[in-house]
């Protein structure tokens, strides 16, 4: 059976048998990388894929295990534990799924009929042919929801929500007590440093700064508010100016200072700064 599009010409999934060996026997084994992935089988129904997939051409294999993959990564990036999904991403997820067939008139009959002996062969095969009809729209449904929620998480690159909320950089940068410092550095350009006490870091953006002399780099310090040693915070060397640092553990920090240092940085730092921005935290 083929595939069918939709109004809005995306494609729809084919329809699936009762049984995961009908499935297999059909080639569709790549169209269950999604619900093998969500671990929606049991492990009959594993054990059976995985010895198609080992026996598979090249190909067909290495399609499964991309798909298996990229739902695995998608669903391991989906969520934090600071941050909330919005709160239409189940609509967003479900007016994606293909609408689950009706049930025809007298359904509910025939399953309480299904509970009873079968009075007769011809009763018997109705039976089994109305289990294996639910049963393959279950399994549609099923494979649909898996699908459309890899689709509606992951569709954009693992989807550009999720690799927002996951990035601590921009959670720092979007927190709701972010705060922003911008300060001259010497030799021309400025560094703004976004400030989150509730994340306990802060992120560095360097704008027009010219890269470090030859041989030197810059080298990032939290001055600790208690007037002790200085604490490395990593360099920057000229690729790493055009992006953004990310600095943790700012909590007992009075400013962050940047240095100009030897290649491979120093134990201490270098004095003048060429910038430094209170933390105020």
Same mark, same amino acid.
């Given at each position: 059976?083929?595939?069918? !599009? ?15 060996? %009908? ?16 671990? +929606?089988? @049991? ?9 198609? $997939? @080992?026996?598979?051409? *090249? ?20 969520? %934090? ?5 919005? +709160? ?6 479900? @007016? ?24 007769? *062969?011809? =009763? ?6 109305? $289990?294996? #009809? #639910?049963?393959?729209?279950?399994? !549609? ?13 992951? &569709? ?15 959670? /720092?940068? *979007? ?21 989150? @006490? ?5 992120? /560095? ?8 002399? +030859? &041989? ?10 208690? &007037?002790?040693?200085? $604490? ?6 000229? *690729?790493?100016? =055009?992006?953004?640092?990310? $600095? ?14 030897? +290649? ?18």
């Amino acid at each position: 059976m083929t595939d069918t !599009n939709d109004s809005r010409g995306r494609q729809l999934p084919r329809a699936f048998a009762a049984d995961i060996s %009908t499935d297999l026997a059909a080639g569709r084994a790549v169209e269950l990388a999604e619900i093998y992935a969500l671990d +929606a089988i @049991s492990d009959a129904e594993r054990e059976a894929i995985d010895a198609y $997939v @080992s026996s598979a051409p *090249e190909a067909e294999r290495a399609s499964f295990n991309e798909r298996v993959r990229q739902a695995r990564e998608t669903l391991a990036m989906s969520f %934090t534990a600071e941050e909330e999904p919005p +709160a239409d991403l189940f609509a967003r997820i479900v @007016s994606q799924l293909p609408a689950p067939a009706a049930e025809p008139a007298g359904a509910e009959d025939a399953t309480d009929a299904a509970a009873e002996p079968a009075a007769d *062969e011809l =009763s018997a095969a109705r039976q089994r042919r109305e $289990v294996r #009809r #639910r049963t393959g729209g279950l399994r !549609n449904w099923l494979i649909g929801v898996a699908a459309a929620a890899v689709i509606a998480l992951g &569709g954009v690159g693992i989807g550009a929500y999720m690799a927002n909320q996951n990035d601590p950089l921009r959670q /720092v940068i *979007e927190a709701q007590d972010a705060r922003q410092a911008t300060v001259d550095v010497s030799g021309g350009g400025t560094a703004t440093v976004s400030i989150s @006490s509730s994340h306990d870091a802060l992120v /560095v953006r360097m704008k027009d700064v010219p890269p470090p002399p +030859a &041989g030197k780099v810059y080298q990032m310090w939290l001055i600790p508010k208690d &007037g002790s040693t200085p $604490v490395s915070q990593g360099l920057m060397d000229a *690729e790493a100016l =055009s992006k953004p640092a990310l $600095v943790k553990g700012i909590g007992s920090a009075a400013a962050l200072g940047i240095t100009v240092e030897p +290649a491979g940085g120093s134990a201490t730092p270098t004095l003048p700064t060429v910038a430094a921005a209170p933390l105020n935290t």
